[in-house]
Antibody, heavy 114, light 107 residues
Framework: QVQLQQWGAGLLKSSETLSLTCAVYGGSFNGYYWTWIRQPPGKGLEWIGESINGGTTNYNPSLKSRVTISLDTSKNQFSLNLSSVTAADTAVYYC????????WGQGTLVTVSS | DIQMTQSPSSLSASVGDRITITCRASQSISDYLNWYQHKEGQAPKLLIYSASALQSGVPSRFSGSGSGTDFTLTISSLRPEDFATYYCQQSYRSPRIFGQGTKLDIK
């Protein structure tokens, strides 16, 4: 059974960098697009980006200039960094296995204060 | 980028009703279309993948159809646990955008 467990800081100030990590337990780490998705309060799901071992990484154009997704295949973990955050980045952030999202992390509420 | 448009954005229905949600892609995505159910406080759940394939463990009252640009999610007979928000998502190419969601609530 595949499980994703995520962690990271839940309260940030404007201009700081958001950092979240997701550990994958069970199943193969290779061959999947490891994905980050977020949901701002009262809004829908927003696809942030994905990465697959071998170096292919894709980002949502609306966030591309600020986002980095990286994989650590030795630990079966992947991470999200989002720089220069503002209040608009306040959201629940999910890690997930894609491209068809069949497994999700538990979600982390990240609040950005000014 | 491929844009995904869902309709309606909200829907009120009763237990036992049959409902249909529509998703339209801005260009052909073959059958690379997935449906998710999202309840508040929980992670979303995959219901249907590749337009019409039922994810393991999902009740058979859920079904999906379509190809190209037009897709539908149907719930044949609503149960109380089905009241949630539903999203379509294209997995044809990056960015793998979600539709804006359809909130299904009890009439």
């Amino acid at each position: 059974q595949v499980q994703l467990q995520q962690w990271g800081a839940g309260l940030l100030k404007s201009s700081e960098t958001l950092s979240l990590t997701c550990a994958v337990y069970g199943g193969s780490f290779n061959g999947y697009y490891w994905t980050w998705i977020r949901q701002p309060p009262g809004k829908g799901l927003e696809w942030i980006g994905e990465s697959i071992n071998g170096g292919t990484t894709n980002y949502n154009p609306s966030l591309k200039s600020r986002v980095t997704i990286s994989l650590d295949t030795s630990k079966n973990q992947f991470s999200l960094n989002l720089s220069s955050v503002t209040a608009a980045d306040t959201a629940v952030y999910y890690c997930a296995r894609g491209p068809i999202i069949d497994y999700w992390g538990q979600g982390t509420l990240v609040t950005v204060s000014s | 980028d491929i844009q995904m448009t869902q309709s309606p954005s909200s829907l009120s229905a009763s237990v036992g009703d049959r409902i249909t949600i529509t998703c339209r892609a801005s260009q052909s995505i073959s059958d690379y279309l997935n449906w998710y159910q999202h309840k508040e406080g929980q992670a979303p759940k995959l219901l249907i993948y590749s337009a019409s394939a039922l994810q393991s463990g999902v009740p058979s009252r859920f079904s999906g159809s379509g190809s190209g640009t037009d897709f539908t999610l149907t719930i044949s007979s609503l149960r109380p646990e089905d009241f949630a928000t539903y999203y379509c998502q294209q997995s044809y190419r990056s960015p793998r955008i979600f539709g804006q969601g359809t909130k299904l609530d009890i009439k």
